[in-house]
């Protein structure tokens, strides 16, 4: 009598999850790339490295769910990712770039916003698993994510490359608008997410516009766009708080209500 073929384990990761994986790599690679061009005094190309950066984040979790790639060692290679990618590098870049004037205070500037993007990359995977997450169910986040902070705290170099003008590079300016943005990523505030976006029906032809409009401009007057978008997104943020105050008081008003219904019958 033959004994029953043994099938041996499969060992290793699965090939659709490399992918994603190697999307975040290259994010990693293009953040890292753009100290090496804030060294060389050539602003353009590290900012656009950090952009780029920024574009391969938002990219690298949408492939991992159209593959089904997603794992946990891609969680955290995200994470170490975005920390060097979108806390590290923009620090340095901006250190180099203007709070080198006052090298110890602006040193510590700098290092305030590295800190504060591990700081919040640490909180979002302490409550991967965790079933309390008031803001994600509600569809919100919690603070500003990472690459909106990256790209927040370089407004002052977006402004000064298409303006000229030598106060946008100024220290006192530069480091207090650091620290903000950099206390925003850490902060408790609700912000819009994707999925917490509802477009009317009456406005998405206008919201197609406006995509392709910023498209054009991006490729036009990179400069002048980013900063309009920073200023754009800087005023959702109370509409975003406002927003999710209106979902708590729903699900309040609600919990109240099943409460009563079911204090009801029970009297």
């Given at each position: 009598?033959?004994?029953?073929?043994?099938?041996?384990?499969?060992?290793?990761?699965?090939?659709?999850?490399?992918?994603?994986?190697?999307?975040?790599?290259?994010?990693?690679?293009?953040?890292?790339?753009?100290?090496?061009?804030?060294?060389?005094?050539?602003?353009?190309?590290a900012v656009i490295c950090i952009l780029v950066a920024g574009i391969l984040d938002g990219l690298d979790g949408r492939i991992a769910r159209l593959l089904k790639g997603e794992s946990r060692f891609g969680a955290e290679l995200d994470s170490?990712?975005?920390?060097?990618?979108?806390?590290v590098s923009p620090a340095i870049i901006i250190y180099l770039w203007s709070l080198q004037a006052v090298p110890q205070y602006g040193w510590i500037v700098a290092l305030t916003h590295a800190v504060c993007c591990a700081l919040r990359l640490?909180?979002?995977?302490?409550?991967?698993?965790?079933?309390?997450?008031?803001?994600?169910?509600?569809?919100?986040?919690?603070?500003?994510?990472?690459?909106?902070?990256?790209?927040?705290?370089?407004?002052?170099?977006?402004?000064?490359?298409?303006?000229?003008?030598?106060?946008?590079?100024?220290?006192?300016?530069?480091?207090?608008?650091?620290?903000?943005?950099?206390?925003?990523?850490?902060?408790?505030?609700?912000?819009?997410?994707?999925?917490?976006?509802?477009?009317?029906?009456?406005?998405?032809?206008?919201?197609?516009?406006?995509?392709?409009?910023?498209?054009?401009?991006?490729?036009?007057?990179?400069?002048?766009?980013?900063?309009?978008?920073?200023?754009?997104?800087?005023?959702?943020?109370?509409?975003?708080?406002?927003?999710?105050?209106?979902?708590?008081?729903?699900?309040?008003?609600?919990?109240?209500?099943?409460?009563?219904?079911?204090?009801?019958?029970?009297?």
């Open positions: 009598m033959m004994s029953p073929r043994v099938i041996p384990l499969r060992r290793g990761i699965p090939l659709r999850t490399l992918a994603p994986n190697a999307v975040t790599a290259l994010a990693l690679c293009f953040g890292l790339t753009g100290v090496r061009f804030a060294i060389a005094a050539e602003w353009e190309k170490l990712s975005d920390v060097i990618a979108f806390g640490a909180r979002f995977n302490a409550a991967i698993d965790s079933e309390d997450q008031p803001h994600k169910s509600a569809g919100f986040l919690t603070g500003i994510p990472a690459p909106a902070g990256a790209g927040l705290m370089l407004l002052p170099l977006y402004l000064w490359m298409w303006t000229g003008l030598p106060i946008f590079r100024e220290s006192w300016l530069v480091a207090p608008w650091t620290i903000a943005s950099a206390l925003l990523m850490i902060s408790s505030v609700a912000t819009f997410s994707w999925s917490a976006l509802r477009l009317r029906r009456g406005v998405r032809m206008w919201v197609l516009l406006a995509i392709g409009l910023i498209g054009a401009a991006l490729i036009n007057a990179p400069w002048i766009a980013l900063s309009v978008i920073c200023a754009l997104y800087l005023a959702s943020i109370p509409f975003g708080m406002r927003s999710y105050a209106k979902v708590r008081r729903l699900r309040a008003a609600r919990t109240q209500m099943q409460s009563q219904s079911q204090a009801g019958p029970a009297a």
